[in-house]
């Protein structure tokens, strides 16, 4: 039976790469499906890891209405036996309805991937109707890292290299920043980055910025660079 499965976890952890991998098993066994994406890291309508793999996909904007789009393919003669969103926690909650729609009126496979919390550790809305209403919702197995070694369970923003909690929900990373990068008024661009964080020092908010430069600082003790302790193993 077709289902919505939502495949989450934070940034780094594989979730382009897995919806990548699952566009190509399904496509060498004959089944025909649709690629979507939405503010993509590539800043262009494909699907791309940071392993360096990408494929053209559909972009996603507001006014797209996924049981319209696909019962026209279907009109026109496509098959389509399956549907891959990716950076769906940008979806708005009625398009993760049409979806579902798919799911159970056309027996259509639906497989979203995103991340669940922004960087203020706020559900997204398309996070939080794709967990209310997904048949399945699987923690990809990939684990990213904080800067200290530890499990990274936060996705957290920083500008010109200072971590913030405030802002808009939606600015696109890894833009801006150049010395040619200037708005309107002539002022510099801020460069915006995202960093995944381990809760203690996302609470702290301490990034890797603020840990090197805390480290190099003659001032700062062992106990004020807070350093995260790894969990003991036990032995065998």
């Known amino acids: 039976m077709a289902e919505l499965v939502f495949f989450t976890g934070t940034m780094d952890c594989g979730k382009s790469t897995l919806a990548l ?7 060498v066994r004959g089944r025909g499906g649709l690629l979507f994406t939405q503010h993509d890291r590539s800043g262009a309508a494909v699907v791309s890891s940071r392993l360096g793999l990408s494929k053209g ?6 006014d797209l209405d996924f049981w319209e789009f696909v019962a026209e393919q279907r009109t026109k003669g496509r098959r389509i036996d399956y549907v891959i969103c990716d950076e769906a926690q940008f979806y708005r909650p009625e398009q ?5 729609r ?3 009126e056309m027996g259509i496979d639906v497989y979203a991937f995103g991340i669940t919390a922004d960087f203020r550790t706020e559900l997204f809305p398309g996070s939080r109707r794709l967990i ?11 684990q990213a890292l904080c800067w200290c070694g530890r499990p990274a369970t936060v996705n957290a923003r920083v500008v010109d290299g200072t971590m913030v909690v405030e802002g808009e929900q939606v600015v696109v990373g890894d833009v801006g920043g150049e010395d040619d ?24 908010r301490m990034n890797s910025a603020a840990a090197r430069a805390a480290s190099l600082s003659p001032d700062t003790l062992p106990f004020d660079l807070d350093l995260c302790p790894l969990p003991m193993v036990p032995p065998p």
């Open 21 to 27: 991998q699952m566009d190509h098993t399904h496509a």
């Open 96 to 100: 993760v309805e049409q979806l579902a």
């Open 57 to 62: 996909a559909l972009e996603v904007d507001d």
């Open 132 to 142: 209310e209403l997904a048949d399945r919702t699987q923690q990809l197995q990939v």
């Open 102 to 104: 798919l799911v159970d």
């Open 181 to 204: 990068d200037a708005d309107s008024s002539g002022e510099p661009v801020p460069l915006v980055e995202y960093e995944v964080l381990c809760r203690r020092h996302y609470m702290r």
